[in-house]
């Protein structure tokens, strides 16, 4: 084995670690709400698009600021956590793309409604190395199920509004 192989091996396993790390901190800003470390895993011109599924239509988000935003209206109504399942990863020098199932287990929450799930799909995501490192420069997420509970607390009397007087 000469050395180049074995440097070109070794900066192959680094980029690999390097992009399943940027997947954990895409993860972990995501479902603590840190909008702007979210949106700092992506290009400075980055995209994040859902595909339509169900009554959802597509959306698709491109930028820092817009990226940031979006995690923030988000965030206010909705909170979960990202179950990822490990990339297929393909790496081709300073480029690499993966496909990404996912769960993601959230709850959603308004004045008169709290509705629980559970989302199953993936993600096709391109990646870039930038001067920063390995960043995400489109992800498109594809719902392809959905389980859902809801519950409304106004049809929820309290005991004591259930006594014969």
Do not use: K
Not at 41 to 60: I, W, Y
Not at 77 to 96: E, F, K, N, V
Not at 118 to 130: K, L, P
């Amino acid at each position: 084995m000469n050395a180049h192989t074995l440097e070109s091996r070794l900066r192959t396993i680094e980029d690999r670690l390097a992009i399943l790390d940027i997947e954990a901190d895409y993860a972990h800003a995501w479902d603590l709400g840190t909008a702007r470390q979210w949106a700092e895993v992506f290009t400075e011109d980055g995209v994040f698009e859902m595909l339509s599924a169900g009554n959802l239509p597509a959306t698709r988000i491109a930028g820092h600021a817009a990226l940031e935003a979006f995690c923030d209206q988000i965030r206010e109504q909705w909170s979960g956590l990202h179950y990822m399942h490990p990339p297929r990863l393909r790496i081709a020098g300073d480029t690499a793309e993966s496909v990404i199932f996912f769960e993601f287990r959230h709850v959603m929450r308004t004045d008169a409604h709290l509705r629980q799930g559970v989302t199953a799909g993936y993600y096709r995501t391109a990646y870039v190395r930038t001067g920063a490192g390995w960043r995400i420069r489109e992800r498109i997420e594809q719902a392809i199920g959905e389980a859902l509970s809801h519950f409304y607390p106004g049809d929820l009397a309290p005991p004591s509004a259930c006594r014969h007087g």
